[in-house]
């Protein structure tokens, strides 16, 4: 939406949504594992979605022989993923199918399978873009992005990210080119910053009060302080040609760095 000559306000929401279910029945008298124990009923199900918001300004102008284009945004993302199984077995008839898992002999006597999971993560930021450009000889563009992650260490969440490059034309023949900028990158894992505990399944099982009750073990220790990996970037070089146009070619210096390697 243009709100002024040159100065634009942009917003963008955006949702995607995933969703698988199966489900299966092994008989008693198939030859797999339904016959070893006397029916075997299975429902999975797992839902995915991606949620995602931006709110923008940009400017674009002109002054003699200058131009220049800035823009700042906010933007929030949200990542959700969600997964339910459900396993019994031991069934008086081969009849319900996956359709009544309550009547499985293991439902009555606590020895069913159910596993459920969730995994929640959200980005947030502001970010900010510059380009100038001068009589097409000198050319410079700057960004920079604060922004933060949940599944990082709640120590370590947010982090300042920016980066610079600049070229400048010295004749018809060369021109110099320069960059830097330091970047960051986030676990696809969503969980390494939290303890995690998992059941020790039925022979992790002890009785307490006449009931039989499941036992839980560290299985991860957590890192509070799990922060974005952080790479630099510099580079410096020369675009040339020669000839008559004949002969194009460049040179490049660079340097890369990353720290806290995830």
Known sequence: YTLLPGLQLEALFNRQAEQLQWRSFSPSTSFYVGRDRNGLAVQHQSQQNNKLGQ??????????????????????????????????????????????????????????????????????????????????????????????????????????????????????????????????????????????????GFFGRFPQNGVFRETYEKFQEGNPDLQSEQVREFSLGANFSLLDQRLKGGLTYYMNRADHVI
Do not use: C, M
């Open 55 to 200: 709110l923008g300004l940009t400017y674009q102008g002109t002054s003699s022989q200058v131009t220049w284009w800035v823009a700042g945004r906010a933007f929030a993302q949200k990542l959700e993923w969600n997964s339910l199984r459900l396993e019994a077995a031991d069934f008086l008839t081969n009849t319900f199918s996956y359709n009544n898992l309550g009547a499985a002999l293991s439902t009555a006597n606590g020895e069913s399978n159910v596993t459920n999971s969730r995994i929640v993560q959200s980005f947030r930021g502001l970010a900010g873009q510059l380009q100038i450009a001068y009589d097409d000889t000198f050319g410079l563009a700057a960004y920079v992005n604060y922004g933060g992650a949940s599944h990082l260490g709640e120590n370590r969440r947010w982090g300042l990210f920016y980066g610079a490059s600049a070229y400048a034309k010295i004749n018809k023949q060369w021109q110099i080119k320069a960059s830097y900028s330091l970047t960051g990158n986030v676990p696809d894992q969503g969980l390494l910053s939290q303890d995690i505990y998992v059941g020790q």
